[in-house]
């Protein structure tokens, strides 16, 4: 059987990966495609409760360290028992954040030493990497102004903007570093053409498209 591919969407607060999730599960199915939709952290029962453990606002402050090893044990659990069973079942696993979530999160904005996140990366991947990633970027702000019109904030919400401007940063350093895989997409614009962009990368990952993008989406970098 062939194996699945692995998409995973990624950009700062309120940027819109989880609208657009939905949105590319759609069009992946009407591709005929199965696809399996998951988030991180998260996407099994084990991995659901570290999720809370983490966004908790309540609980005593978490180091640096242990935040890291969360992310990292909540994603070993979700590749053994989400990620790969479904790759190799050749559905495609289409996943809110992954791994340059990391680097964005604890490398820019916790400034944790980037050389841990590599260590830990190959432990627990080994070669498991994204075949797409979607980076969806927009000005701090504008995904903040969102994420507020939603009330209650969560423990990585309440961070100051430096923090958020850190993490966007490093965002696009990742995609800098690994322009195969990592596509930017102007997340600042109306839906509809945040959805075009996106179409045009997923239907090249499809073979349905020569790559070329229509100017007029701007989305595609
Ligand atoms: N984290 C980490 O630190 N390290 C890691 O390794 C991982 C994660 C994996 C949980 O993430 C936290 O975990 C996250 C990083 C950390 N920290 N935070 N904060 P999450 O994915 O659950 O949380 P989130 O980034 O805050 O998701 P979000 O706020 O739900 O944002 P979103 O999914 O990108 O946006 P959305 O819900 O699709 O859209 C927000 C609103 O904007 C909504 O009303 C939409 O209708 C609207 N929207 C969307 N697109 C548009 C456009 N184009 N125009 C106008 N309005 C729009």
Redesign the pocket.
């Known amino acids: 059987m062939t194996r699945g591919k692995f998409i995973t969407l990624e ?10 999730v939905a949105f590319i599960k759609d069009y992946l199915e009407q591709h005929n495609i199965a696809v399996v939709v998951t ?3 998260g996407g099994t029962q084990l991995a659901e409760k570290i ?1 809370q453990l ?2 908790d606002t309540q609980s005593e402050a978490v180091s640096e360290q242990a ?1 890291l090893l969360l ?1 990292f044990a909540a ?1 070993a659990q979700h590749i053994k028992h989400v990620i790969e069973p479904a790759l190799v079942h050749g559905k495609w696993v289409l996943c ?4 340059d ?2 680097y ?3 490398g820019g ?1 916790r400034n944790m030493k980037v050389s841990s996140i590599q260590w830990l990366e190959n432990w627990v991947q080994g070669p498991l990497k994204p075949d797409l990633t979607l980076l ?1 970027d927009a000005p701090v702000e504008i ?1 903040m102004a ?2 507020k ?2 009330g209650a904030v ?1 423990r ?2 309440s961070e100051k903007i430096n923090f958020f401007e850190s993490v966007r940063r490093a965002y696009l350093l990742q995609a800098e570093l690994y322009p195969e895989r990592i596509k930017l997409i102007k ?5 509809a053409d ?1 959805q075009r962009a996106i179409a045009d990368v997923i239907r090249i990952l499809l073979g349905l498209s020569s790559g070329l993008t229509s100017p007029r989406h701007g989305g595609l970098k």
């Open positions: 950009g700062g607060e309120g940027v819109g990966k989880t609208t657009n988030r991180e952290p999720r983490l966004l935040e992310m994603r809110d954040r992954f791994t979530a990391t964005a999160y604890q904005g969806l995904g969102r994420v019109k939603r969560d990585f919400e997340a600042n614009q109306p839906l945040v």
